[in-house]
């Protein structure tokens, strides 16, 4: 069973900072682009971040840019999101993912999804 699993979400004072892991298993994400969305309550599921196969690019949402920073371990077969600086508006469910391109990611077309981890920013 092909599967992304979150971690590490929480609650945390604004200001402060988080890090999200997502695990791979089943199946090699090496050859995958891979990505971070979040949802907020009420409001539709937004791209945040993502990452080539190789590493050798990143692209983030630009109520991120240089407060998050994504990066992969393709021998652990994981994405990491750190988050610092964070926003009550950053708080949201957080999901990784994963395509077969980094431009089909950014356009909300993955093809695994995971469940998704809580982050709650309290001000």
């Known amino acids: 069973q092909v599967q992304l699993v979150e971690s590490g979400g929480g609650l945390v004072q604004a200001g402060g900072s988080l890090r999200l892991s997502c695990a791979g298993s089943?199946?090699?994400?090496?050859?995958?682009?891979m990505g971070w969305f979040r949802q907020a309550p009420g409001k539709e599921r937004e791209f945040v971040a993502a990452i080539t196969y190789t590493g050798s690019s990143t692209y983030y949402a630009d109520s991120v840019k240089g407060r998050f920073a994504i990066s992969r371990d393709n021998a652990q077969n994981t994405v990491i999101l750190q988050m610092n600086s964070l926003k009550p508006e950053d708080t949201a469910v957080y999901y990784c993912?994963?395509?077969?391109?980094?431009?089909?990611?950014?356009?909300?077309?993955?093809?695994?999804w995971g469940q998704g981890t809580q982050v709650t920013v309290s001000s």
């Open positions: 993912a994963a395509a077969t391109s980094s431009s089909r990611l950014r356009k909300d077309q993955a093809d695994y």
């Open positions: 089943g199946r090699t994400f090496s050859s995958d682009a």
